[in-house]
Nanobody, 125 residues
């Protein structure tokens, strides 16, 4: 069973918005933070945004700063990604991930322990 489930992806025109959601599925755990990554076919998974529950800090990739906003609910292990001013280059599969070890490597996939199966975001010009 996939521990995290993403939803909210879809097809949108450039300049439009989407809101991604991620929640725990059937498994109880405590996380120190959660993050969003994205991956295109044949490319490495890249960091998008992260949130740390203890201090409420948020982190963003330069490519999405000012356009994307991460938020969430730590006790529920739920995280959201509001994506505005979408561009065709944002077209990728988006994954949420959870850090169970307080790794503090929030910008790298190795800093996370659980992930979902992804949700496709497609932005057309």
């Amino acid at each position: 069973q996939v521990p995290l489930v993403e939803s909210g992806g879809g097809l949108v025109q450039a300049g439009g918005s989407l809101r991604l959601s991620c929640a725990a599925s059937g498994r109880t755990f405590s996380s120190y933070g959660m993050g969003w990554f994205r991956q295109a076919p044949g490319k490495e998974r890249e960091f998008v945004a992260a949130i740390r529950w203890s201090v409420g800090s948020t982190y963003y990739a330069d490519s999405v700063k000012g356009r994307f906003t991460i938020s969430g609910d730590g006790p529920r292990n739920a995280v959201y990604l509001q994506m505005n001013l979408l561009k065709p280059e944002d077209t990728e599969v988006y994954y949420c991930e959870a850090d169970l070890r307080d790794s503090s490597n929030q910008e790298y996939p190795a800093g996370y322990d659980l992930w979902g199966q992804g949700t496709q975001v497609t932005v057309v010009a």
